[in-house]
């Protein structure tokens, strides 16, 4: 299973950036994906998650500018990231917590990280 993410980059403070990352592989189904980051000198630490049946959580720091969805046929999750502080500059890394298609075993997977610069 592979994870792909996509999207990020340099935007100035009250920007926006549209993340996306889509699983590959050998999956059966995809239970919850979610978003990660990680600034320098800090811990990962939860943005947003999702459900497969659309119920979300986000974090406190993200809630009311930040919007996660999925599309579930194309094994794909998306974080719209709007007004933008520097404080979000950090790696997003996605998630997905799902089992296999062969053994119906359940494992957790991360994406390869992208990065979010937000400065003037």
């Known amino acids: 299973v592979q994870l792909q993410a996509s999207g990020g980059g340099l935007v100035q403070p009250g920007g926006s950036l549209r993340l996306s990352c889509a699983a590959s592989?050998?999956?059966?189904?995809?239970?919850?994906m979610g978003w990660y980051r990680q600034a320098p000198g800090n811990q990962r630490e939860l943005v947003a998650r999702i459900t497969s049946g659309g119920s979300t959580n986000y974090a406190d720091s993200v809630k009311g500018r930040f919007t996660i969805s999925r599309d579930n046929a194309k094994n794909t999750v998306y974080l719209q990231m709007n007004s933008l502080k520097p404080e979000d500059t950090a790696v997003y890394y996605c998630?997905?917590?799902?089992?296999?298609?062969?053994?119906?075993?359940?494992?957790?997977?991360w994406g390869q990280g992208t990065e979010v610069t937000v400065s003037s």
């Open positions: 998630n997905a917590d799902l089992l296999d298609q062969l053994t119906r075993s359940r494992h957790e997977y």
């Open positions: 592989g050998s999956i059966f189904s995809i239970n919850v």
